[in-house]
């Protein structure tokens, strides 16, 4: 059964450096996500992505973060200056339609 | 008010025994429904979704109220493996909207 895919697992960075969190989502998946979620607390929506642009997102995705489909099979969530409060587990998640698709591992990113 | 509620509980339940769970939601224009599982530092994945008719997968059986904004699930004869924690998800356009969880321990 096919998955999506995240890399790296765990990230550790030092706040105001850049990060970059990629996702290989589903071949024939068309939207694509990105969620996150802090230690003990709910999963929260950022992004969704559609047709090369972004479709919707949330207060949380601010100028500070930026999505990118580069080359028809990634797909990536940067950070241009990380904050402590950054700190979470990313999830990438890729559906056909849009709505309920499969997640990926998640990349736990930790601020230092 | 919070856009999906839950109990977080936790519940303890022993094996074999039946245990419901239970979600609000506060968007009335939500347009599907599920629940997902997910294990302790693992991604969320997806159980089963919710219809207003009810519907069942084995142990499992969920079920919609739209008029109440009221969503269920409910575990017959359940196993050590369904420890876990179950959020309750709402579908609003492209994104999906996650209750904080409930913890469930099944109890040798």
């Known amino acids: 059964e096919p998955e999506v895919t995240q890399t790296p697992s765990h990230q550790v960075t030092q706040m105001g450096q850049e990060v970059i969190l990629r996702c290989v989502p589903i071949?024939?998946?068309?939207?694509f996500y990105w969620y996150r979620q802090i230690l003990g607390q709910k999963v929260e929506f950022l992004v969704s992505f559609y047709n090369n642009e972004i479709s919707e997102k949330s207060e949380i995705f601010d100028d500070q973060f930026s999505v990118e489909r580069p080359d028809g099979s990634n797909f990536t969530l940067k950070i241009r200056s990380t904050k402590l409060e950054d700190s979470a587990m990313y999830f990438c998640?890729?559906?056909?339609?849009?709505?309920?698709?499969?997640f990926g591992p998640g990349t736990r990113l930790t601020v230092l | 008010r919070k856009e999906v509620e839950q109990d977080p509980g936790p519940f303890n339940v022993p094996e074999g025994a039946t245990v419901a769970f239970n979600c609000t939601y506060s968007n009335s224009a939500s347009q599907s429904f599920f629940w997902y599982r997910q294990d302790c530092r693992k991604e969320p994945k997806l159980l089963m979704s919710?219809?207003?008719s009810g519907n069942e997968d084995g142990r499992f059986t969920a079920q919609l109220n739209r008029a109440s904004q009221y969503i269920s699930l409910l575990i017959r004869d359940s196993k050590l493996s369904d420890s876990a924690t179950y959020l309750c998800?709402?579908?609003?356009?492209?994104?999906?909207?996650f209750g904080t969880g409930t913890r469930l321990t099944i109890i040798p």
């Open positions: 998800v709402v579908n609003e356009q492209e994104k999906l909207t």
């Open positions: 071949s024939n998946h068309l939207y």
């Open positions: 919710v219809y207003s």
């Open positions: 998640a890729s559906s056909a339609p849009p709505g309920s698709g499969p």
